[in-house]
Every structure is written in C-alpha cells, then in structure tokens.
C-alpha cells in the first residue's frame, strides 16, 4: 500500500489529452510539500519529467504539466505519443514517515 | 553530464551482507544530498536512505532502518550502501540517485531526484 495514491493504468489514443492522479493526505501534498513525477520507460531507469509541481526539466516535452492542489496532485500529457507510453510515478515527502514517498504507479497505454 | 554508476549487486543467501557503490561523476558530488531508492522486481518505487552533502545526517526508511549504512566520501565522488541482515523483501534494483534537497538556515528542504544511475540488482535467496 504506497502512501500516495495513483490509479493503476490510463489509457488513450495517439493525440488525445490524459490525466494521472495523485491523492495524498494532509501529512504529505496537503502539508505544502511539492509534488514531482517521473517517468519509466519498460527496462530503464525513472527519468524526472516534473518538478515543484509544475516545472518541467530542459528536454521534457512541453506536452507534459503538473498541477497540484489541496492533497492532491496530477499529471497531464496532451498530444499523446506511442513513445510516451511507460509507467508514471508521483513523489512527495511525509512528515510522519521523516522520508520521501511515491505513489504505486500508473501504467500509460497508448492505444 | 552528470552520471551514476552503481555496482555491488548479485545474490546473496538471507541473513546475508553486501555492499553497493555509486560512482559520481560531472557535477561537484560534495555539493549535493544522495539516496538510494530501490525498485522490487514488477513493483514501484521505494525511498530507503538519503545523505547529506557532508555526510553528517542521514535518513532511513522504517523498512531498512538498522539494517542499512548509507555512506559517501567526497574525495572519490562516491556513495555506499552497505547492507546487513537481508531479507528476500530486499531483492531489488537499487538505483543511486542526486537528490535535490537543499538546506535552508539548517533546514533540509527535500525535493526531486534526478538524474539516476542504472540500477542495480541484489537478489536475496537460498
């Protein structure tokens, strides 16, 4: 059980617009810690594509954005792409747990 | 660029040590927290230790917490993680990764990891 909550896949075609959700709990996201999300491409390491809940690292399309509000955050990729097509983690830190925490992972499939 | 290299993976019986390193290289390592994150095999993503740049505080998850040493030394660029008492809830990818947590006034705010290393992987087993 991850102490924030992703759903486990989305799905949508080449060029649609999906979101990924981030539901967290007032000792995380809801107590102002920044959300980040990275992305894991099957075999390879996570790479981070947002950062600060909103920024996006030099090289990251512009098709991927971050938005966080309350105790929760989510994750938007517009223009989807067969090559977007990974596995989607969100990370924050809990002040219960003195430690950083990630979300289970959402599984993208391109359709 | 920046890279990470661990090594110090492969099998190893329960009850069992072994030692990881990560080598640290185009960006001033001892500027900068490292941690260790680990992966269980078709599972996510696990936070288990973080460094300050100094080396003088060091955070464990509860899951690892007296049974795993994060080290660095900072005139070899180098991150450790020494690991005791293994248990097969311990097989995994472990990834060496820069953490972008910063001390403000003594105050570590943590932040992302970026970039990572390319794992590497400890099996624990009879």
């Known amino acids: 059980q991850s102490v924030l909550t992703q759903p486990p896949s989305v799905s949508g075609a080449p060029g649609q617009r999906v979101t990924i959700a981030c539901t967290g709990t007032?000792?995380?996201?809801?107590?102002?810690?920044?959300v980040h999300w990275y992305q894991q491409l099957p075999g390879t390491a996570p790479r981070l594509v947002i950062y600060g809940n909103t920024n996006r690292p030099s090289g990251v399309p512009d098709r991927f954005s971050g938005s966080k509000s309350g105790t929760s955050a989510s994750l938007a990729i517009s223009g989807l792409q067969a090559d977007d097509e990974a596995d989607y983690y969100c990370q924050s830190y809990d002040t219960s747990l003195s430690g950083s925490v990630f979300g289970g992972g959402t599984k993208l499939t391109v359709l | 660029q920046v890279q990470l290299v661990e090594s110090g993976g492969g099998l190893v019986k329960p009850g069992g040590s072994l030692r990881l390193s990560c080598a640290a290289s185009?960006?001033?390592?001892?500027?900068?927290?490292m941690s260790w994150i680990r992966q269980a095999p078709g599972k996510g993503l696990e936070w288990i230790s973080d460094?300050?740049?100094?080396?003088?505080?060091?955070y464990y998850a509860d899951s690892v917490k007296g049974r795993f040493t994060i080290s660095r030394d900072n005139a070899r660029n180098s991150l450790y993680l020494q690991m005791n008492n293994l248990r097969g809830e311990d097989t995994a990818t472990y990834y060496c990764v820069k953490d972008a947590t910063m001390t403000i006034f003594g105050v570590a705010i943590p932040n992302w990891f970026d970039p990572w290393g390319q794992g590497t992987l400890v099996t624990v087993s009879s």
């Open positions: 460094i300050s740049s100094t080396g003088t505080t060091k």
């Open positions: 007032s000792s995380n996201i809801g107590a102002g810690y920044d």
């Open positions: 185009g960006f001033t390592f001892s500027d900068h927290y």
